[in-house]
Nanobody, 124 residues
Framework: QVQLVESGGGLVQAGGSLRLSCAAS????????MGWFRQAPGKEREFVTR????????WYTESVKGRFTISRDNNKNTVYLQMTNLKPEDTAVYYC?????????????????WGQGTQVTVSS
């Protein structure tokens, strides 16, 4: 069982930046691809980005390309999401998730473990 704990959310003005962190309890953290998803009120959970277990491959949804960067530190069992040039439409609860499979997926149900989420609010 992998426990994931997100942190770093908050309130920021449009154009600002935030860095989210997700710490994993599992020493085999490097055996999982990691993803970030977000869910706005009244909307379905949507894929944001994913990073392979080695960190060598990343995938982004189109709306965040060039603004968000996913990275990981396997020595610290932590995955990060650097968010810049934030927009009001980025407002959501952000979740990190772990996937045993190496097949990249944007579908939430394919991920095996989830954190509790951290709120990001971008004011205009």
């Amino acid at each position: 069982q992998v426990q994931l704990v997100e942190s770093g959310g908050g309130l920021v003005q449009a154009g600002g930046s935030l860095r989210l962190s997700c710490a994993a309890s599992e020493r085999t953290f490097s055996s999982y691809d990691m993803g970030w998803f977000r869910q706005a009120p009244g909307k379905e959970r949507e894929f944001v980005t994913r990073i392979s277990r080695s960190g060598g491959s990343t995938w982004y949804t189109e709306s965040v390309k060039g603004r968000f960067t996913i990275s990981r530190d396997n020595n610290k069992n932590t995955v990060y999401l650097q968010m810049t040039n934030l927009k009001p439409e980025d407002t959501a609860v952000y979740y990190c998730a772990a996937d045993r499979s190496m097949v990249p997926s944007t579908t939430p149900s394919y991920y095996d473990y989830w954190g509790q989420g951290t709120q990001v609010t971008v004011s205009s």
